[in-house]
């Protein structure tokens, strides 16, 4: 099992950026496949990016790619995502997730996930 604790949220004017970071506790983190989700006010939870157990593979969602960067160290036990060009509409809470599942695929689905921490509130100001 893995705990998650997420952090660096807050308040940004829109053009901004901000990293987030997911610190895992528990079992081995680069076992596991992590993502980054979100979910907006009135929204379904999103899929941002994920990131393989290595970090030599990433996916983005469609709505941040070319402005936002997952990455990880796993000497650190931590996965970041880099927020660059930040839009009003990504204001939402966002969500560190771990995957056991042992296929390499890449996944972009919450169902596939199955530890998530408490989120992170990011606002973005226009």
């Known amino acids: 099992q893995v705990q998650l604790v997420e952090s660096g949220g807050g308040l940004v004017q829109a053009g901004g950026s901000l990293r987030l970071s997911c610190a895992a506790s528990?079992?081995?983190?680069?076992?596991?496949?992590m993502g980054w989700f979100r979910q907006g006010p009135g929204k379904e939870r999103e899929f941002v990016a994920g990131?393989?157990?290595?970090?030599?593979?990433?996916y983005s969602g469609d709505s941040v790619q070319a402005r936002f960067t997952i990455s990880r160290d796993n000497a650190k036990n931590t996965v970041y995502l880099q927020m660059n060009s930040l839009k009003p509409e990504d204001t939402a809470v966002y969500y560190c997730?771990?995957?056991?599942?042992?296929?390499?695929?890449?996944?972009?689905?919450?169902?596939?996930?199955?530890?998530w921490g408490q989120g992170t509130q990011v606002t973005v100001s226009s």
């Open positions: 990131i393989s157990r290595s970090g030599n593979r990433v």
């Open positions: 528990g079992r081995s983190f680069s076992g596991y496949k």
């Open positions: 997730a771990a995957s056991a599942r042992p296929s390499t695929r890449l996944i972009t689905t919450s169902e596939e996930y199955d530890y």
